[in-house]
């Protein structure tokens, strides 16, 4: 018979989910990538939401075909525009077109022919996020696009079938659970074959696909200027922007990461004049920072390797003093204040390695002249409001220029608080602003109110740009530095000591603690260092380590192995039978317990089921498909009895030829009500025939004879 339309319901639903769900785990991919504009994301987010609650039931409403054409339309001629003039790139306009097309089409699929376009859609969806995205999440929701392109596919094929017209017997038995599991097999075999294949391929298209999008992540302020209030802008993110990673023992010490030196200000931004950098050569991936006075100098020195993620941003990160570098570049630049940078910043993001003296109290120091041209430079102010002038005076006092700079260091730490919050509008005058209405602020505004009030005490000061010491991650062995760490501070000269830092900012209270996020932060920083090694930089040169990492690993378990299995050699004889007579009797319960599961669990386990089924039938709960177990039940008991039900009959069959007797008469009634119930689908047959198994099972007929 035909199948009826509530036995291809289920079929149905999980097509209309699984689709779902495709089209969701590529928006999500592309999504997590950070290249999907705001409006875009809602839009699409709240077109996915709709298409549940319509596939739920919960909404009820039908757009005309006609409204989708237009509208794609109507969007085809508005991509030119976005391509032109809002987005200025391919990627990002194409993006934007295709999350269109999948609200359309989603909100108005019916047909076939719709629901292969939702399909197109998705695949273009999840191949854009390769594209755009280079992180850990990335993996996630291809995994999940992966198990739901399975299950729409295996349904597709199901609703094909049952469109034809074809004659089928059976209604979908648990149809959910079987094309679940169906699907997490298809999806874990497909995981398995192609893992090795993965990682047997070097990543060689990964090159031309970076000519078509940037995947650098945009980092204001550590280029030749900054505005204030930038860095409470990167304080609001989380993104990592840096690991660094210590050679051998060393302290724990909280350490800043010394990016650019910036002399000028004019009010609102400092910033370095241009053509002010000197340029040093890299002669086979060295080059010397310091001076050979200076590298001469006893004292205390540590090496470290830093990973600057792909940021739009071609500044170098140092702690301390540094001395040497190690690096794959041609040449890097030097500007006015010791800051340094790349000439051609990698898409990949930039790795070295440096050494840095950081001393201590008892090292001498080291006689230092400031040229008059540079001390003058380092002094020079804009027009500024008097109040600032005359609050630095008063603040520093009559006492000697290194007094007077931690006066007013202290004083900016004490009397000033911090926050992460920004201005609701512009002020015309932000430095008098911060230090005599608002009163708090992020710490560009706490260094530039120090420079600022160092230079008109006439000490040279310039502000300095770069991060705080991040988080030790243990399982990295790597120091992680988020945006979050972002800092400014200040430099002041100070004679016989030369450039000396100082931090007027004062300690951020709501720093994240170490609490659950902060630890699982931690596990998705580790996983994402993986996948960026393993995964997105995965050339011919990891290839090779891994080969010999694993041909290593062999050749060691190998011979612990050998060691091992000859340790258990002379230890079996020294003991000799001892040991076997000791456990002996332990042995043989345990093998007798293994051999018993193996011949009787099976049968046991599906009398277990039987008897669950049993008691579930037994309580009025009676499916369509449970008219082959009471059946089965029927014939059991006959089998008990001497009768035997040929595998060539029909169950009808088998009634008919049955001897005249009042079990012939059951046998019959429970038949008729089998079809009823399998076929029928009348679920009081199911009742019915387990009240005549119990009459059947109870009863005892005499004068039967065997088939």
């Known amino acids: 018979m035909r199948r009826s339309a509530s036995a291809a319901q289920p079929v149905e639903q999980f097509f209309q989910y699984s689709l779902l769900g495709l089209l969701a785990s590529g928006y999500f991919a592309v999504l997590g990538s950070g290249y999907l504009d705001l409006p875009t994301a809602l839009l699409a987010g709240a077109g996915l939401i709709a298409r549940g609650l319509l596939v739920a039931g919960v909404l009820q409403w039908e757009l005309s075909a006609s409204w989708a054409n237009a509208a794609t339309i109507a969007y085809m001629g508005f991509y030119p525009i976005d391509y032109l003039y809002l987005s200025r790139e391919f990627i990002p306009a194409t993006v934007h077109l295709i999350f269109f097309l999948a609200v359309v089409r989603i909100l108005t699929a019916r047909t076939n022919r719709d629901y292969f376009f939702v399909k197109v859609i998705a695949f273009l969806e999840l191949l854009a996020a390769t594209l755009l995205s280079s992180s850990m999440n990335f993996f996630v929701f291809l995994i999940l696009f992966v198990i739901f392109g399975v299950a729409t596919f295996c349904c597709s094929e199901i609703r094909r079938s049952a469109q034809s017209g074809r004659r089928i017997a059976a209604s979908p038995v648990r149809f959910h659970r079987r094309l679940a599991a169906l699907t997490a097999g298809v999806t874990a075999g497909i995981v398995l074959m192609t893992a090795g294949l993965f990682f047997m391929l070097p990543r060689t298209a990964r090159a031309a696909f970076r000519t078509l999008v940037s995947q650098r992540y945009h980092l204001p302020g550590f280029a030749n200027e900054i505005q204030l209030g930038q860095t409470g802008v990167i304080r609001q993110e989380s993104t990592p922007v840096m690991h660094v990673r210590f050679e051998g023992p060393h302290d724990r010490t909280p350490r800043k990461w010394r990016g650019a030196a910036l002399t000028q200000f004019d009010g609102t931004r400092w910033y370095n004049p241009p053509g002010t950098s000197e340029i040093i050569r890299i002669r086979k991936g060295h080059a010397w920072l310091a001076n050979a006075s200076q590298t001469s100098r006893k004292g205390k020195r540590i090496t470290y390797e830093v990973r600057i993620g792909a940021l739009d941003s071609d500044a170098l990160f140092f702690t301390a003093l540094p001395e040497s570098l190690y690096i794959s570049a041609l040449s890097i630049f030097r500007s006015v204040g010791d800051g340094y940078r790349t000439a051609f910043p990698s898409s990949e993001g930039t790795r070295y390695a440096a050494t840095s003296y950081v001393g201590d109290a008892s090292d001498p120091v080291m006689p230092v002249s400031l040229p008059e041209q540079t001390r003058n430079e380092h002094l020079l102010l804009p027009v ?136 699982w932060a931690l596990y998705m920083d580790a996983a994402d260092m993986f996948w960026q090694q393993w995964v997105m930089n995965y050339d011919l040169d990891h290839q090779l380590a891994l080969a010999s990492r694993v041909e290593q690993s062999s050749r060691a378990l190998n011979n612990n192995w050998l060691q091992k299995v000859g340790r258990q050699l002379r230890s079996f004889t020294q003991e000799g039978w001892r040991s076997a007579e000791r456990y002996a009797a332990a042995g043989v319960l345990l093998v007798l317990a293994i051999g018993i599961a193996i011949w009787f669990g099976p049968r046991w386990w599906r009398a277990l089921i039987a008897r669950r089924h049993v008691r579930r039938l037994s309580r009025g709960q009676v499916g369509v498909s449970d008219a082959s177990l009471l059946y089965a039940r029927m014939l059991e008991i006959l089998r008990r009895r001497g009768f035997e039900k040929p595998a060539w009959l029909t169950p009808a069959e088998f009634a008919r030829i049955l001897p005249p007797s009042p079990m012939a008469a059951a046998v019959s009634n429970i038949t008729t009500l089998y079809n009823d119930l399998r076929y029928a689908q009348k679920t009081d047959a199911g009742v019915r025939m387990i009240e005549l198994l119990k009459e059947l099972e109870a009863a005892r007929w005499q004068g039967e004879t065997r088939l």
């Not at 991040?470 to 992680?480: A, C, M, R």
Request: proline share 7%; with cysteine; glycine share 8%.
């Open 384 to 519: 500024i409001n008097r109040r600032i002038l005359e609050l630095a005076t008063s603040v520093a006092g009559p006492a000697a220029p290194a007094e007077q700079a931690r006066a007013i260091e202290k004083y900016l730490r004490t009397q000033y608080g911090y926050t992460t919050e920004l201005l609701s509008a512009p002020v015309k005058d932000p430095l008098a602003h911060f230090l005599f209405e608002r009163k708090k602020g992020h710490c560009e505004y706490f260094a530039s109110a120090m420079a600022v009030m160092l230079r008109a005490i006439h000490i040279p000061s310039r502000v300095v740009t770069g991060f705080q010491s991040g988080v030790y991650n243990p399982l990295t062995g790597w120091y992680v530095v988020r945006s979050s760490d972002a800092h400014s501070w200040v430099e002041a000269y100070l004679p016989g000591r030369g450039w000396t830092s100082f931090d007027p900012t004062p300690p951020d209270t709501s720093a994240a603690g170490t609490g659950f996020w902060s630890q």
